[in-house]
Every structure is written in C-alpha cells, then in structure tokens.
C-alpha cells in the first residue's frame, strides 16, 4: 500500500467537514418537534442528538459499504473525484441552510459523488441498479411511508387519550417524545455518520491507502462519529425553526408520533443498506402528525418550497461537483483553486448568515414562521375593490343620540363620525 498522501489527506479533511455540515445541517430531524413543543430546552436537546449520534456511528456499516462499494466503480476513482464530489455535497448543505430548507445531505452527497464519477470517468462509473434500488426509490417512498405512519399513528394517540387526564397524558407524552428524539438521533448517527465513513473509505481505495472491499477502519468511524456529533451540538437553528414551525404546529402528542414513525423508518433502512434521507423520512412525518389531529394543518408554502430543493438536491450538487472535477483536472494547481473556491464561498454564506442570526434564544420566538403569510386573501380583495368616491376624511355619518338620562359627558344631540 502507499503511504497517505497530501490530497488524500485534503480528501479526509474535506470529508469530515462535510460530515460536520451534515450534523448541523440534520439536527432539526431529530430535534425540532422536540424543541418546537417544549419537551426539551434547545441546547438540551442538541447535546443529547450529539451523544446519540456519535453512540449511533458505531451500530453499523451497512450504508458505508453502500456507498464505498455500490454506488459507483472504485476502478479509475482518483482521490480528487471524491474532492469534487465533497465540495458539491458542502456547497448545497450551506446554501439550503442558509435559507433554512430542510433537503437532503445525503442526497447532495449521492449527487456530487455521481456528478464528480461521471465527469471523470464518463457514465458508466455510476452503477445504475445501486442508484435506482437503494438511492431513489427510497427517496419517494421514506416520507410516504413516515407521512402515512405518522398521521394514522397521531389520530390512533389522540383516540385513546380522549378520556385520559389532560396534564397527566402531556407529561407522559412530552416523556414519551424525548425518547423518541433520542431513537431518531441514534438513527441518524447510524445511517448518516456511516455516508461520510463510506467516502473516507472510497477515497482511501482511490489512494492506495487501503485494499479494495474493505470496511471502514475504526479510526474512520471514530472520525466520522465526532464530526457529526460535533455539528449536531452547535445546532441548525435556522432549520430546526422551519421544520418545527414552519411545516405545521404540533403537539406533544404528534411530536411523539411523528418521531416514532420516522425512527422506525429509518433504522429499518440502515438494517437494509439503504441510502436513506433522514431529512425526507423526519419531513414526512412532520407533516402527516400535522394532518393527523383534527383540526391540524400543513403549511403548504414552506412544504413546497421544502419539495423544490428536494428535487434539486441531487442534479444541483452533481453539477457543480462536475465542474470542480474538471477544473482539479489541470492538475494540483486546479485542485488548489477549487480549494480556494470552497472555503470562500462557505466564509460567505457564513457571513450572509449572520445579518439575521437565529440561535436557541429565537429558535421558538416570535419571529419564527408559525402561520402562513398573513393577508393573501385581504389584498386579492383590496385589488378588485373599487375605492370609495370621496377623500376618507369627507366620509361622515350622523347617528342620531340615544333618549337617554341626561349625562353630562354625551353630546345633546348627535356624534359626527
């Protein structure tokens, strides 16, 4: 084997980076209902995630081994492809969290490892069943599954709480979804971590570092479980707002559900090696807890737009990980500047960020997205109205006093208005 070289050593770096803005990036799928509905105080929440997520790295290797084996060919992969894929995957985490979108980390991982394999070894370096099988297909099913999971189980709590004591079933629900948020956090740590473990695994094939088919090394998982706890503890706050206001409000009750369905959901896809979103599972059963009590709404603006980057995730960081592929191509220099480009870029989205910071003192404040945009049906109405004739101070109407006792404080005849 040969030693570790500089890029690969860039690569690892890299790698981790990402799993950092991936930690950041995911809190809300585990804490947000949490945070949102009171079961926990903010920075309780995240140290927890953080704990569980790290335990969660070392359960399993199934979707390493995924993405280091399945879903493209290692034949050909130079550590710089997998360079170019992490910046594609980096770029697309900060920029939806700048805007506080909950999409995809692993799906911009999946693209900008796609997008990097097919600029540098043209297409058929992705292996299309993997990509289908255990990428997409569970990219539309996870949060129908969740949604659908969450809804009947939030109606089926309300049902059987009917007749339960009001503050005794809310501490018992608020109890029951602290230990539902705890089993997502063990759940993202088990399938997320293992994203970033499966492409420092990759690119130390690439390198020569470590014999093709092997499992991630112990110290890669260690790695790999500390950077995403790291991340996980200083919170996405911005995201966390939208996913537990902005989607729907929710109660105790549907906290519970909703972070049951979406556990279970994912654990099972871990077990399988599937390459699943914690974000879309986490979303979907977000929104079919909010349909799930009577009464209950989903906030289809912030939704859509929440589908949009959905749909982009993947397309957009492969795009923009071909690009940096083909500029590091020219050679060390290439790599360099692309280098160059991703840490600029991330101090920018950084600095943008901070003319409206939202940390957990605000996170539930009154600035969060708790309702629709207000008066959308009023100026509809106000546009097709005609104005009235008169300026507004020449409109007056006399209204006749009321035969009352005499009140030396009301006027004796008529108020003019």
């Not at 129908?144 to 059987?160: D, I, N, P």
Request: glycine residues 10%; neutral net charge.
């Amino acid at each position: 084997m040969e030693s570790f070289s500089l890029i690969l050593a860039i690569v690892v770096v890299t790698a981790l980076a990402f799993d950092f803005t991936n930690g950041f990036h995911d809190t809300a799928n585990a804490m947000a209902t949490t945070i949102s509905t009171g079961a926990l105080k903010p920075k309780v929440a995240v140290a927890m995630s953080a704990v569980l997520n790290l335990v969660g790295a070392f359960l399993s290797v199934e979707v390493a081994n995924t993405i280091s084996k399945g879903l493209v060919d290692e034949t050909g992969i130079r550590p710089e492809v997998i360079f170019a894929a992490l910046v594609g995957a980096i770029l697309w985490n900060l920029l939806t969290w700048l805007v506080g979108l909950p999409s995809s980390s692993s799906h911009a991982l999946m693209g900008g490892l796609i997008g990097a394999a097919v600029a540098s070894a043209g297409i058929g370096a992705v292996h299309g069943d993997v990509l289908v099988t255990k990428v997409l297909l569970p990219a539309i099913a996870a949060p129908l599954v969740a949604g659908v999971a969450a809804m009947l189980a939030s109606r089926l709590t309300y049902t059987l709480g009917r007749k339960a004591d009001g503050k005794a079933a809310a501490k018992g629900y608020r109890a029951g979804q602290i230990a539902s948020a705890g089993l997502v956090s063990l759940a993202h740590g088990t399938n997320d971590a293992q994203k970033t473990m499966g492409i420092i695994t990759l690119a130390l094939v690439a390198g020569g570092a470590l014999a093709p088919d092997s499992d991630p090394p112990l110290w890669v998982i260690l790695s790999a479980g500390l950077a995403i706890a790291l991340g996980t503890y200083l919170g996405g706050w911005r995201i966390i707002r939208t996913m537990g206001k902005g989607l729907t409000d929710l109660q105790p009750q549907q906290g519970f559900a909703a972070q049951t369905s979406a556990a279970t959901v994912i654990l099972a896809s871990s077990h399988l090696g599937f390459s699943l979103s914690t974000t879309h599972s986490v979303s979907g059963a977000v929104m079919g807890a909010g349909l799930g009590r009577k009464g209950g709404v989903v906030r289809w603006s912030t939704a859509t737009r929440m589908f949009v980057a959905w749909g982009l995730t993947l397309p957009a960081a492969a795009l923009v990980a071909a690009l940096a592929e083909w500029v590091c191509g020219f050679g060390d220099w290439g790599t360099a500047l692309v280098a160059v480009f991703l840490v600029a870029s991330s101090a920018a989205i950084w600095k943008i960020s901070r003319r409206e910071v939202v940390d957990h003192t605000n996170v539930n404040g009154d600035d969060a997205p708790e309702t629709e945009q207000a008066g959308v049906v009023t100026t509809a109405i106000a546009a097709v109205t005609p104005p009235p004739t008169g300026a507004a101070e020449e409109l007056t109407a006399t209204i006749p006093a009321q035969a009352t006792a005499p009140d030396s404080k009301a006027p004796s005849a008529a108020t003019t208005v």
